[in-house]
């Protein structure tokens, strides 16, 4: 059975830093793309990056380009999220999820499996 467990979520002021993780076991990740998505209260989950199999190809969302980095340790079996400069708008539970394939995926629904998420919450 594959299982994904988030962790390194917490409360943050506006302008700090932290680092997801996203340990994976049941299966082994390193032929499979993976990706980070959100969901804030009274919002539908919405995708944030995206990473291939091999860590050579990423994507993300507008609203975090240039302050996260998806990254990957197939060795590990984990996923990684670095949120630097957070925002009070980058306040949600966030999932991570793993794809059934290589490539890489903006939409929720390719994804076959889900972790049950780790709160970030970003003080003012």
């Known amino acids: 059975q594959v299982q994904l467990v988030e962790s390194g979520g917490g409360l943050v002021q506006a302008g700090g830093s932290l680092r997801l993780s996203c340990a994976v076991s049941g299966r082994s990740i390193s032929s499979y793309a993976m990706g980070w998505f959100r969901q804030a209260p009274g919002k539908e989950r919405e995708f944030v990056a995206t990473?291939?199999?091999?860590?050579?190809?990423?994507y993300y969302a507008d609203s975090v380009k240039g302050r996260f980095t998806i990254a990957r340790d197939n060795a590990k079996n984990t996923l990684y999220l670095q949120m630097n400069s957070l925002k009070p708008e980058d306040t949600a539970v966030y999932y991570c999820?793993?794809?059934?394939?290589?490539?890489?995926?903006?939409?929720?629904?390719?994804?076959?499996?889900w972790g049950q998420g780790t709160q970030v919450t970003v003080a003012s």
């Open positions: 990473i291939n199999w091999i860590g050579s190809v990423s």
């Open positions: 999820a793993v794809r059934g394939t290589f490539s890489t995926s903006f939409s929720l629904g390719e994804y076959d499996y």
